[in-house]
C-alpha cells in the first residue's frame, strides 16, 4: 500500500516562530488532507488539500502532487498549535480510503 | 450541525465481555469511516461505509470485531470478547465523499479492557 512519511517527528518551538512540516508519500493521491490531534485528543481537520496551495489564518498549506509531497506551514505559532499534525492520503483507487502518516509531534513554549 | 457523535466518550470493561461503540454521522455524508489509535500502530483504518454498505473491512482485526450501519444516520462497532489488546481510542469519521471535502471526526471513544 502507499507509504505516507512526516517530517521532523518531534518539533519544539518558541511561540512566534513560524515551521514548516513536510509530507512525502509514495504514489498517486486523489486526495490528502491534513489534521491536527490537540493534547485532549480531538483531531481537527485543516486542509482538504489535493493539490495546489490554501490558506487559513496563520496556518497555509501546499501540495505538489506531480512531487508526491505536500508542506504545512505554521506562522507565528501560539501555544494553541501544540499537539499532533497528520498529513493523510487516499491513493488511487482507493475511493475516499485515508492512510495517515505518523504525524510531527509539536510543542510551542512560551 | 453538530458534527459527528460518538458514544460513549470513555469505557472500561472486564476482559470477555461485550463492547458497542456507537456513531452518528453528519447528514447528507455518505461516508462513514471507524479508525482506532493506538500508540503503537498510529491511527489505523478498520472498516469504511459508503452509502450505509460496507466497502472495505480488511482493517477489522479479527472476527472478535464487527460494524453496522443500519440507516444512514448511525452505526455500531462491536467487539465480542473483549481483550485487553483491543484497549484504544476508537475513532468514527464522516465525509461527503471524494472531490467534495474532507473527513469530520467523532470525538473518540477511549477503550480499556482490564
Known amino acids: 500500500g502507499i507509504q505516507v512519511e512526516q517530517s521532523p517527528p518531534d518539533l519544539i518551538l518558541q511561540e512566534g516562530a513560524n515551521s514548516t512540516l513536510r509530507c512525502n508519500f509514495s504514489?498517486?493521491?486523489?486526495?490528502l488532507q491534513w489534521f491536527h490531534q490537540n493534547p485532549w485528543g480531538q483531531l481537527i481537520n485543516l486542509f482538504y488539500i489535493p493539490s495546489g496551495t490554501k490558506q487559513n489564518g496563520r496556518l497555509s498549506a501546499t501540495t505538489v502532487a506531480t512531487e508526491r509531497y505536500s508542506l504545512l506551514y505554521i506562522s507565528s505559532s501560539q501555544t494553541t498549535d501544540s499537539g499532533v499534525y497528520f498529513c493523510?492520503?487516499?491513493?488511487?483507487?482507493?475511493?475516499?480510503?485515508?492512510?495517515f502518516g505518523t504525524g510531527t509531534r509539536l510543542q510551542v513554549t512560551l | 450541525d453538530a458534527g459527528v457523535i460518538q458514544s460513549p466518550r470513555h469505557e472500561v470493561t472486564e476482559m470477555g465481555q461485550e463492547v458497542t461503540l456507537r456513531c452518528k454521522p453528519i447528514?447528507?455524508?455518505?461516508?462513514l469511516f471507524w479508525y482506532r489509535q493506538t500508540m503503537m500502530r498510529g491511527l489505523e483504518l478498520l472498516i469504511y461505509?459508503?452509502?450505509?454498505?460496507?466497502?472495505?473491512d480488511s482493517g477489522m482485526p479479527e472476527d472478535r470485531f464487527s460494524a453496522k450501519m443500519p440507516n444512514a444516520s448511525f452505526s455500531t462497532l462491536k467487539i465480542q470478547p473483549s481483550e485487553p489488546r483491543d484497549s484504544a481510542v476508537y475513532f468514527c469519521?464522516?465525509?461527503?465523499?471524494?472531490?467534495?471535502?474532507?473527513?469530520?471526526f467523532g470525538s473518540g471513544t477511549r477503550l480499556t479492557v482490564v
Open positions: 461505509f459508503n452509502n450505509n454498505v460496507p466497502i472495505d
Open positions: 469519521a464522516s465525509s461527503p465523499g471524494q472531490a467534495f471535502g474532507g473527513y469530520t
Open positions: 447528514s447528507g455524508h455518505d461516508y
Open positions: 504514489d498517486s493521491v486523489n486526495n
Open positions: 493523510a492520503v487516499e491513493a488511487d483507487g482507493t475511493a475516499s480510503k485515508l492512510t
